[in-house]
Nanobody, 124 residues
Framework: QVQLIESGGGLVQAGDSLRLSCAAS????????MGWFRQAPGREREFVAT????????YYSDFVKGRFTISRDNAKMTLYLQMNSLKPEDTAVYYC?????????????????WGQGTQVTVSS
């Protein structure tokens, strides 16, 4: 089992930045590839970014590429999402997730463990 807890969400204005964190506990964090997803009201959960075990490989959805950066610190067992140039359409609950293998696949069903989410609201 891996327990994941997100933090860092909040209310910001368009153009601002936020850094989300996802603290892991339980099994060895470095054994898992990690991902960020988000879900806006009335919409399906959508893939944001993923990162390999060591952090050497990352992959982003087109709508965040160039604005968001996923990273991890295995010694601290923490995953991050640096979000710059935020837009109102980035408003959503953001979730971190873990799986035992790395893939660029955006399918949420491939992830085994999920956090409870953190709300990000971007005002115009």
């Amino acid at each position: 089992q891996v327990q994941l807890i997100e933090s860092g969400g909040g209310l910001v204005q368009a153009g601002d930045s936020l850094r989300l964190s996802c603290a892991a506990s339980g099994r060895t964090f470095s054994n898992y590839a990690m991902g960020w997803f988000r879900q806006a009201p009335g919409r399906e959960r959508e893939f944001v970014a993923t990162i390999s075990w060591t952090g050497a490989i990352t992959y982003y959805s087109d709508f965040v590429k160039g604005r968001f950066t996923i990273s991890r610190d295995n010694a601290k067992m923490t995953l991050y999402l640096q979000m710059n140039s935020l837009k109102p359409e980035d408003t959503a609950v953001y979730y971190c997730a873990a799986r035992s293998y790395y893939s660029s696949s955006p399918r949420a069903v491939e992830y085994d463990y999920w956090g409870q989410g953190t709300q990000v609201t971007v005002s115009s």
